[in-house]
């Protein structure tokens, strides 16, 4: 059985917490087993019964009308005496290594971390894009890699983009992160 978001209709595997595609936190919004159809759907098959139905009302008062707001994401370090406990996710693309003279900053700067001498300058990167944040190498020596939420161990190096979801932990050579 799956769980459907109603915020983005991605089917996630019965038990997620969060949305495998937007993040939203399955047990605060209602959940169905089959999006609904779309408004135009739903306006061309309710006849109108009476002009009654056309005026505008309130929703009552049980039903909510706000949306909810979720904490930004982040990489939380895993790592003991990392010098920065964690990086917010801001924005919609965010490079990951170490500062160069020559290159620049980069967003998320792990010098100073523990095997910070297995980072490249530009190491990764990390974006959000189609509903759901992604990870990259950039060419790095050392790698990325990622371990799925719930899997016992790290899969193999990655090679081209991969889709990263709440309680995954990436592995930026030897500096681990949850993304939460």
Not at 91 to 103: A, K, Q, Y
Not at 116 to 133: K, L, P, Q, V
Request: net charge negative; with cysteine.
């Amino acid at each position: 059985m799956t769980q459907v978001c109603s915020i983005c209709f991605h089917e996630n595997p019965d038990g997620v917490v969060f949305c495998e595609a937007c993040g939203i936190e399955l047990t605060s919004v209602p959940t169905t087993t089959t999006p609904p159809p779309p408004p135009s759907v739903i306006e061309e098959k309710t006849p109108l019964i009476s002009p009654l139905i056309e005026e505008k009302t309130p929703p009552p008062p049980s039903v909510t009308t706000s949306i909810q707001v979720e904490a930004p994401t982040r990489l939380i370090s895993k790592n003991p005496g990392s010098p920065v406990a964690q990086f917010p996710l801001e924005g919609t693309s965010l490079l990951i290594g170490r500062f160069d003279p020559d290159l620049g900053p980069v967003e998320i700067d792990l010098e100073g971390f523990p095997g910070d001498d297995t980072i490249s300058r530009n190491h990764a990167e990390i974006y959000f894009e189609g509903g759901c944040w992604k990870i990259k190498d950039l060419g790095s020596v050392n790698g990325v890699f990622i371990k799925k939420a719930g899997q016992p161990r790290f899969g193999p190096r990655i090679v081209a983009p991969e889709v990263i979801n709440t309680l995954d932990e990436i592995s930026i050579a030897k500096i681990r992160f949850l993304l939460e």
